[in-house]
Every structure is written in structure tokens, then in C-alpha cells.
């Protein structure tokens, strides 16, 4: 069974720094893409990141470049986000995703059940 | 990022059908893009629905019943996300989504209430 396990949210003040976690188990993590959606209070989704296999490529929204870093751990079946500078406006629950790529298709075809950061002073 | 424009809300009774919209910007050809459908209760994750790029080009996710299609209004610049045969347990979080590139671009979401 597919099982992402996100760890690492909680409250921190503006302008400091946090770094999620997501366990993965259940498939072979380094065949996949990964990513992190996150999904303000009351508010919609929004991609964050995405990572490859290998980790070779990375991509990010706009409003988070040069402050958050998405990286992995292969050996460790583990994929991060390490944020620094958090504003209000991050203020979400953080989901981890599974990226099922086959041919032009891209499905994030697996959640973990999130956790939420709070940066508020 | 191009943003994606869904009705924030919709509704329907049961047994009817509900048609859910994402449109897309006017830079952006709906006609060249998979469309993306999620669903999402409170208190859940997103749940994977469908892709739909044309008649030929679909896809349903594991478990998802029939029910649940998708399609494209060109002439809009729209996808559609058509639910039939409406039950309770559809009211939920609609969200659509393209993949441009590398990076990932939600809708903001339609709440189907079943009346």
C-alpha cells in the first residue's frame, strides 16, 4: 500500500525557517517524481515544487523561488522542503505528492494527509 | 503562472448532473493542454478524478465511477468536468489543473453542494 507520511509542520515566526518531511513506503520512491501542494486556510490548491528521480531537476512557484529548496533522499525513501524567510502568507497545510508520469501525463496520483505550518508571530 | 477561472461555487439536486468549468486564460489553447480533475472533502486530501485532452486522449482514475467525465468546450477555451446521476456523497471541492512545462497550475475550485 502507497503511504506518504508528512512530519515537520508547526508554528514559526515570520522571517524563520522550517523543514518538512515526507515519508514514503509502499513503492519504489526513486522511480518517481515528487511534489508539495499546499492549501492555505479555507483557500485553494497551490503547487509548490516538484523534484525528479534523481534530483537532477527542480522546479518551484514564482512566489516561493530562493526560499524554499525541495531535495530527497533516495536511500531513505524520504522527500523535504526545507522553507527559510516564511511569511504570513505561507501559512498551509503542505501535502506531499506522488507524480505518476505516463507519456504527456502527469497525475498526482497519491497524497499524504498533509501538515500544517503556521508562521505568525 | 497562467491561472485557471472555476465558478467558486455550483449546485444540484441528486439524480440530476452537474457541470463544473476551468477556463483557461486566452494566451493559453485549451485544445493543447491534459485537463486535470480533483476532488476534495473537508478535512481530506485530493482525491485524483480524471485527465481528458480529447474523445481519444482520457483517463479515469482507480475506483472512479463513471459517473464522473470529462470534456472540452474549444470555443470557450473550457474544460468541463460533467457528474451524472448526482449522489450526496459527490458534494465536495472541485479542482481542475495543467501541467505547462515543468511547473503545476490549480484552479481555484468550485464547492458542489448537493442539495
Known amino acids: 500500500e502507497v503511504q506518504l507520511v508528512e512530519s515537520g509542520g508547526g508554528l514559526v515566526q515570520p522571517g524563520g525557517s522550517l523543514r518538512l518531511s515526507c515519508a514514503a513506503s509502499g513503492f519504489t520512491f526513486s522511480s518517481y517524481w515528487m511534489s508539495w501542494v499546499r492549501q492555505a486556510p479555507g483557500k485553494g490548491l497551490e503547487w509548490v515544487a516538484n523534484i525528479k528521480q534523481d534530483g537532477s531537476e527542480k522546479y518551484y512557484v514564482d512566489s516561493v523561488k530562493g526560499r524554499f529548496t525541495i531535495s530527497r533522499d533516495n536511500a531513505k525513501n524520504s522527500l523535504y522542503l526545507q522553507m527559510n ?17 505516463d507519456g504527456y501525463n502527469r497525475i498526482f496520483d497519491y497524497w499524504g494527509q498533509g501538515t500544517l505550518v503556521t508562521v505568525s508571530s | 503562472q497562467p491561472v485557471l477561472t472555476q465558478p467558486p461555487s455550483s449546485s444540484a439536486s441528486p439524480g440530476e448532473s ?8 486566452s494566451d493559453i489553447n485549451v485544445g493543447s493542454y491534459n485537463i486535470y480533475w480533483y476532488q476534495q472533502k ?5 482525491r485524483y478524478l480524471l485527465y481528458y485532452y480529447s ?35 459527490d458534494e465536495a471541492d472541485y479542482y481542475c489543473m495543467i501541467w505547462p512545462s515543468n511547473a503545476v497550475v490549480f484552479g481555484g475550485g468550485t464547492k458542489l453542494t448537493v442539495l
Open chain 1, 85 to 101: 524567510s516564511l511569511r504570513a502568507e505561507d501559512t498551509a497545510v503542505y501535502y506531499c505528492a506522488r507524480v505518476c508520469r
Open chain 2, 55 to 89: 474523445d481519444s486522449d482520457k483517463g479515469q482514475g482507480s475506483g472512479v465511477p463513471s459517473r464522473f467525465s470529462g470534456s472540452k468546450d474549444a470555443s470557450a477555451n473550457t474544460g468541463i468536468l460533467l457528474i451524472s446521476g448526482l449522489q450526496s456523497e
Open chain 2, 18 to 25: 452537474a457541470r463544473l468549468t476551468c477556463t483557461l486564460p
Open chain 2, 42 to 46: 473537508p478535512g481530506s486530501p485530493p
